[in-house]
C-alpha cells in the first residue's frame, strides 16, 4: 500500500515565511497549515456542520456517490464520508494533502473543469469553489454538470453579502517554536480579502512579514439563475440565507436525457 502524503507541518510553514518573507504566500500554499488550523476552528466547524446539515436536506435518500468541488482541506468531505461514496476536487495540493491523511479520496483538479464524468449521483460546491472572480460564474456550474449522471442533483453555494467576509480582526496562532499573527481586513468597496502575516521564531528572534489578496465575487439570485439555464441545469432553486448566512443556497438537477 502506497503511503499517505504527510501533510506540511505548522512548522514548516513558518520556517518558509522567515526565510523568504517575499515569495508567493498564500493560504493554498505555503500556508495550508494555517488553513488546516483555521478550518477547525469553532466559528468554522459550525459553518461546516451548518453546510451538511443543509445537503442532508436536500439530497435524495438514494445518493450514493458524491463529489465535492473546491473541498480544502477536506472538513466538509470528512462529513459525507459518514454516509456517502464521496470523492473531492480542489487545485491546492497542500490542502488536499490535509484531507488525504485523514483517508479521504481526493483528486487534484480544476473544480470548474474536474477530472470526473458523469458519475455522480450529486455534486456540491461552496464559495465558488476555488473558481477565480473573473471566471463566468456558469463555468462551475458546467463543471458541476458534467460530472453528475442524468438525474443527479447540485447543491452549491454562493457569496451574496460581502458582509459576510468583512470581519476584520487578528489571529494567533502558535507552535512549539513559531508564532503566527494573521491581520485582516477588508477596504470598503473593494471585493478581496487582505491578510498580513507576521512570523517570529521564538527560538532566534527572527521574523518574517508576508501578505496575501483573495479576491472574491458578490452574486445576486439572478446572476446564479442565469449561469444555472446557460450551463443546462433544471428545476433550479435559489434561496437567501438557507444556510450561511450571506451565502446563497443553490439547487438544480441534471436533466435526464429522453430518446427524441
Given at each position: 500500500?502506497t503511503p499517505?502524503p ?8 513558518c520556517?518558509?515565511?522567515?526565510e523568504d518573507?517575499?515569495?508567493?504566500h ?5 500556508l495550508?497549515?494555517?488553513r ?6 469553532e ?6 456542520d451548518?453546510?451538511?446539515e443543509?445537503?442532508?436536506a436536500r ?9 465535492e468541488?473546491?473541498?480544502g482541506?477536506g472538513?466538509?468531505?470528512?462529513r459525507l464520508r459518514e454516509e456517502?461514496?464521496a470523492v473531492?476536487?480542489?487545485p ?12 479521504a479520496s ?7 473543469n ?5 458519475a455522480f ?21 458546467e463543471?458541476a454538470?458534467a ?5 443527479g ?11 459576510a467576509?468583512?470581519d476584520s480582526g487578528?489571529?494567533?496562532y502558535?507552535?512549539?517554536r513559531?508564532?503566527?499573527e ?5 477596504a470598503p ?9 507576521r ?5 532566534t528572534?527572527a ?5 496575501e489578496?483573495?479576491?472574491f ?7 446564479v ?7 443546462g ?6 434561496v437567501?440565507d438557507?444556510g450561511?448566512?450571506?451565502e446563497?443556497?443553490v439547487?438544480a438537477v441534471?436533466p ?5
Amino acid at each position: 500500500m502506497t503511503p499517505r502524503p504527510r501533510p506540511p507541518s505548522f512548522a514548516d510553514a513558518c520556517a518558509r515565511v522567515v526565510e523568504d518573507p517575499g515569495a508567493d504566500h498564500s493560504l493554498a500554499t505555503t500556508l495550508a497549515p494555517v488553513r488546516a488550523r483555521m478550518d477547525v476552528s469553532e466559528a468554522a466547524s459550525a459553518r461546516t456542520d451548518a453546510r451538511r446539515e443543509l445537503l442532508a436536506a436536500r439530497l435524495p435518500a438514494d445518493v450514493d456517490r458524491v463529489a465535492e468541488l473546491g473541498c480544502g482541506t477536506g472538513t466538509l468531505l470528512d462529513r459525507l464520508r459518514e454516509e456517502h461514496d464521496a470523492v473531492g476536487v480542489d487545485p491546492a495540493p497542500g490542502l488536499l494533502a490535509f484531507a488525504a491523511a485523514r483517508g479521504a479520496s481526493v483528486i487534484c483538479g480544476d473544480p470548474a473543469n474536474p477530472p470526473l464524468r458523469a458519475a455522480f449521483d450529486a455534486v456540491c460546491a461552496f464559495d465558488a469553489a476555488g473558481t477565480p472572480p473573473s471566471a463566468p460564474l456558469s463555468a462551475l456550474f458546467e463543471g458541476a454538470y458534467a460530472t453528475l449522471r442524468p438525474g443527479g442533483i447540485l447543491v452549491a453555494g454562493a457569496l451574496s453579502d460581502a458582509r459576510a467576509v468583512a470581519d476584520s480582526g487578528v489571529e494567533t496562532y502558535r507552535g512549539a517554536r513559531y508564532v503566527l499573527e494573521r491581520a485582516v481586513d477588508v477596504a470598503p468597496g473593494e471585493s478581496a480579502v487582505h491578510a498580513d502575516y507576521r512570523v517570529t521564531d521564538r527560538r532566534t528572534g527572527a521574523v518574517g512579514v508576508t501578505s496575501e489578496r483573495t479576491p472574491f465575487r458578490v452574486v445576486d439570485a439572478a446572476d446564479v439563475r442565469e449561469a444555472l439555464d446557460d450551463s443546462g441545469f433544471e428545476d433550479a432553486s435559489v434561496v437567501a440565507d438557507a444556510g450561511v448566512e450571506g451565502e446563497l443556497v443553490v439547487t438544480a438537477v441534471r436533466p435526464v436525457e429522453t430518446g427524441g
